[in-house]
């Protein structure tokens, strides 16, 4: 039986890395798909190609109106919103702390913590109404990473980021534990996506040698592979898992048990 079959799930960052493949897999579970990223022509072709029920809005995440519109787009054609995977963001530059532009700091700031916090605003009151009404579940995925959960050398603001996203998280289970709302994040290290792989090809001793240098201190001693890391937010976002919130799953390959 497909475990999203009929569910609403909503997704940012939809066209890149993690959101592209979890809208694939959501899609493959039987969910109907509302989808934002801020390539609009790139967001509908690739919603057309998916086998389910579409429907997309593009927009930058640090907009407040396009989470309203997304949370209203997601009642008025599918009738509620059950799940929300909030994984848009951006990285930052290699760079130790007073290197890093104020303005690339504020931009951070704005999508990668900013940017899930007026997620939730929209999505948290509409889940609350549903759950009132009807007593359904649902559940919020939020996409931060193994930098939210320790220091993270050359990586200062995009951390500091990452870390509020558990600090939302957390905060939120609590406040909506009896609403019938879960809240939970993921927190991948380094995996196989574009902007991984980009990053790598940018390093001025290779990309090969730039990976053995990445891996070396993983447990596991290689990088994730997308799937894994979607594993863990469909597992997130499972009704059937309906004891777990406020939690911080690491999917690191073993760096958060050092």
Request: charged letters at 20%.
């Amino acid at each position: 039986m497909q475990r999203f079959a009929g569910l609403t799930v909503l997704i940012t960052g939809a066209t890149g890395g993690f959101g592209r493949r979890a809208a694939e897999r959501f899609a493959e579970e039987g969910a109907n798909l509302v989808l934002s990223d801020l390539d609009d022509a790139r967001l509908k072709t690739f919603a057309e190609a998916l086998p389910a029920q579409t429907a997309t809005l593009s927009g930058d995440v640090s907009d407040e109106r396009l989470h309203k519109e997304l949370v209203k787009l997601a009642v008025s054609r599918f009738g509620r919103l059950d799940v929300a995977v909030n994984n848009a963001g951006v990285a930052q530059t290699y760079v130790k702390l007073h290197q890093v532009p104020v303005a690339e700091a504020r931009r951070i700031i704005d999508i990668d913590l900013v940017g899930v916090f007026l997620a939730m605003k929209y999505q948290l009151h509409q889940m609350e109404k549903q759950h009132a009404a009807d007593a359904r579940r649902a559940a919020i995925v939020n996409l931060s990473s193994i930098a939210g959960t320790a220091g993270a050398s050359n990586l200062s603001v995009y951390s500091a980021a990452k870390h509020g996203v558990i600090g939302l998280t957390r905060s939120a289970a609590l406040e909506y534990a009896t609403k019938g709302v879960r809240v939970n994040a993921v927190c991948p290290s380094f995996a196989r996506t574009d902007m991984a792989m980009d990053f790598l090809k940018m390093s001025p001793d290779g990309p090969e040698a730039a990976e053995a240098k990445l891996v070396r201190g993983v447990p596991m001693k290689r990088l994730a592979d997308v799937d894994e890391v979607i594993e863990a937010i469909l597992f997130a976002a499972d009704p059937r898992n309906s004891f777990m919130t406020g939690q911080a799953l690491g999917v690191d390959g073993g760096i958060g048990a050092m």
